[in-house]
């Protein structure tokens, strides 16, 4: 039988299709300022540094699981940050990083040929992981469209929009799941960064009545705690979900590294360092706010997270990517997140305060 490549089966990988944009951005006199991809600037705390380093001695095999130490650490920080009560040590699972997780979501979970929904205005890792384990993918926001779905995807604050999930809109998920028997897995990796709107997390009591089944939830530290580079998430919520996640797992060698475990905990009970970041992004956000603005953008939604997503009249995504790029400004086209993102575009707050103050003064030219 003749093989058909994975990579076959795939979309293009959306950086590569703005390569060009990118160098015309870069010619620009002043430098390219890049504001597309949602990675930190910002160095990781010290403790954080010290942790992984007193640890990095270690030569045995680390717990899939993740230690001890480090699932109570997950559990005591999703409670006092996010109000998420009732779980145990044995409902909080370490990954390696958080789009890893959710890649091989579908795959670990064995619904090859069943079908995942995703928002309409997506991550593309949602759709490609469903992708690769062989699942069919439909698009929508409301339960009413998402009949058949065996997994459900949602994102809350939205990567791309910003969108914040009210807690009415997620009982509605909970309500599916209880009817049809969907996981829903809830990406929450920005749940911190509230601006506009108050996110909440899809393991509320208040929102799941108490019972987490068929609820997942994904978190991670790369943003607020700039950890991008340590790979470095969790998955929480249904017990026995975990559990079955937590087998596949060790089967496969899907273990965050001993070093890094350490320095999640360190992470994990620090809650300086996330304030202090989630203030340096309010004000890069205000900041690209005024330029945007003053340049004739119209930013819709964007009330939590790292992202603005914006429009400009009379111009599409890839075409208002261009007119960013004629100042030396790089962003994403909001056709990357689907069809219906096609006349929007996503500004990252990610880069130096030095570089935004910089971007919004060519924005104001």
Same mark, same amino acid.
């Given at each position: 039988?003749?093989?058909?490549?994975?990579?076959?089966?795939?979309?293009?990988?959306?950086?590569?299709?703005?390569?060009?944009?990118?160098?015309?951005?870069?010619?620009?006199?002043?430098?390219?300022?890049?504001?597309?991809?949602?990675?930190?600037?910002?160095?990781?705390?010290?403790?954080?540094?010290?942790?992984?380093?007193?640890?990095?001695?270690?030569?045995?095999?680390?717990?899939t699981a993740g230690t001890p130490e480090l699932?109570?650490?997950?559990?005591?920080?999703?409670?006092?940050?996010?109000?998420?009560?009732?779980?145990?040590?044995?409902?909080?699972?370490?990954?390696?990083?958080?789009?890893?997780?959710?890649?091989?979501?579908?795959?670990?979970?064995g619904l090859r040929g069943h079908t995942v929904?995703?928002?309409?205005?997506?991550?593309?890792?949602?759709?490609?992981?469903?992708?690769?384990?062989?699942?069919?993918?439909?698009?929508?926001?409301?339960?009413?469209?998402?009949?058949?779905?065996?997994?459900?995807?949602?994102?809350?604050?939205?990567?791309?929009?910003?969108?914040?999930?009210?807690?009415?809109?997620?009982?509605?998920?909970?309500?599916?799941?209880?009817?049809?028997?969907?996981?829903?897995?809830?990406?929450?990796?920005?749940?911190?960064?509230?601006?506009?709107?108050?996110?909440?997390?899809?393991?509320?009591?208040?929102?799941?009545?108490?019972?987490?089944?068929?609820?997942?939830?994904?978190?991670?530290?790369?943003?607020?705690?700039?950890?991008?580079?340590?790979?470095?998430?969790?998955?929480s919520g249904d017990r026995e979900l975990v559990?079955?996640?937590?087998?596949?797992?060790?089967?496969?060698?899907?273990?965050?590294?001993?070093?890094?475990?350490?320095?999640?905990?360190?992470?994990?009970?620090?809650?300086?360092?996330?304030?202090?970041?989630?203030?340096?992004?309010?004000?890069?956000?205000?900041?690209?706010?005024?330029?945007?603005?003053?340049?004739?953008?119209?930013?819709?939604?964007?009330?939590?997270?790292?992202?603005?997503?914006?429009?400009?009249?009379?111009?599409?995504? &890839?075409? @208002? =990517?261009?007119?960013? *790029? $004629? !100042?030396?400004?790089? %962003? #994403?086209?909001?056709?990357?997140?689907?069809?219906?993102?096609?006349?929007?575009? &996503?500004? @990252? =707050?990610?880069?130096? *305060? $030095? !570089?935004?103050?910089? %971007? #919004?003064?060519?924005?104001?030219?």
């Amino acid at each position: 039988m003749e093989r058909t490549p994975l990579g076959a089966t795939l979309p293009d990988f959306p950086w590569d299709t703005i390569a060009d944009v990118k160098a015309k951005a870069a010619a620009h006199p002043g430098g390219l300022i890049d504001l597309s991809v949602g990675g930190p600037v910002d160095p990781v705390a010290p403790a954080i540094q010290l942790a992984l380093t007193e640890h990095a001695a270690v030569p045995g095999y680390p717990q899939t699981a993740g230690t001890p130490e480090l699932r109570e650490a997950i559990v005591s920080a999703l409670s006092r940050r996010f109000g998420i009560d009732g779980l145990d040590t044995d409902s909080v699972l370490p990954v390696i990083g958080l789009k890893e997780a959710i890649a091989w979501l579908p795959t670990l979970l064995g619904l090859r040929g069943h079908t995942v929904a995703i928002p309409e205005v997506a991550y593309p890792t949602y759709e490609v992981g469903a992708l690769m384990a062989g699942c069919e993918v439909v698009r929508c926001d409301d339960p009413s469209a998402a009949d058949g779905a065996s997994l459900v995807f949602l994102n809350s604050p939205s990567n791309p929009t910003g969108r914040v999930m009210s807690a009415d809109e997620l009982r509605a998920w909970v309500e599916f799941s209880r009817d049809t028997g969907a996981i829903i897995a809830s990406d929450e990796c920005y749940l911190y960064l509230g601006w506009s709107a108050e996110p909440v997390s899809l393991l509320r009591p208040e929102v799941t009545g108490g019972d987490n089944t068929g609820l997942l939830a994904l978190h991670s530290l790369s943003k607020t705690s700039n950890m991008a580079s340590y790979r470095a998430g969790t998955i929480s919520g249904d017990r026995e979900l975990v559990q079955e996640l937590l087998l596949v797992r060790k089967h496969a060698g899907l273990i965050v590294p001993g070093p890094v475990q350490h320095a999640m905990v360190a992470a994990l009970a620090d809650d300086t360092h996330e304030q202090m970041q989630r203030s340096e992004y309010a004000m890069r956000r205000l900041a690209l706010m005024k330029g945007l603005a003053a340049a004739g953008f119209t930013i819709d939604e964007s009330d939590a997270g790292l992202y603005l997503w914006c429009r400009k009249d009379g111009l599409n995504s &890839r075409e @208002a =990517l261009d007119w960013l *790029a $004629e !100042r030396g400004i790089l %962003a #994403a086209p909001g056709d990357f997140y689907g069809p219906a993102g096609a006349n929007h575009v &996503r500004v @990252a =707050l990610t880069a130096t *305060a $030095e !570089r935004v103050a910089e %971007a #919004a003064e060519r924005l104001a030219e």
